[in-house]
């Protein structure tokens, strides 16, 4: 579902992380469940003739960042930070076409204890996986902790 919250959504990324765009990286899809990033082969190719590992790790990164991003803000309608600390990726298969990227929300106990976090401190952390597919199928496995704030300024989401 490509709408126009998701259209929003890549202009605001846009502007705070410039090279998403020169890849080509755009959400997709973002149900409050579910966020979906599609990229390119062509701007994400290797001399190989596959995707760039770089590409494909900043993808994921990325995607759930915005994730991260998107879950903190609709819990205290302001604006957030995120920043990853930590994470682990694993590239299964070669990525050979254009490829996208499903982060799905953590399990509910997990999510209770980001909210209770953030809303009590205005910080928390969060562990996000995300996976690449090609045509459906896993090419990619990655796991990233987030470290995530209400924005100090407290301004208002973008």
């Not at 959504?9 to 899809?29: D, K, S, V």
């Not at 390119?40 to 993808?59: R, V």
């Amino acid at each position: 579902m490509i709408d126009e919250t998701a259209q929003q959504l890549n202009e605001r990324f846009y502007r705070q992380i410039p090279m998403t765009r020169h890849m080509g990286l755009r959400i997709t899809a973002w149900d409050g469940q579910v966020l979906r990033m599609d990229a390119p082969l062509a701007p994400n190719i290797n001399d190989k003739g596959t995707g760039f590992a770089g590409s494909l790790a900043t993808l994921a990164t990325f995607a759930a960042w915005a994730a991260a991003t998107l879950l903190a803000e609709k819990i205290t309608a302001q604006a957030c930070e995120a920043a990853v600390f930590e994470s682990d990726i694993r590239y299964l298969l070669p990525v050979n076409g254009d490829f996208y990227v499903e982060v799905p929300v953590p399990e509910e106990e997990a999510m209770q204890a980001f909210k209770g976090s953030l809303q009590n401190r205005g910080r928390a952390k969060l562990a996000l996986n995300a996976v690449i597919f090609q045509d459906g199928e896993e090419k990619v496995r990655y796991r990233g902790r987030y470290a995530v704030r209400v924005r100090p300024s407290q301004g208002s989401i973008e």
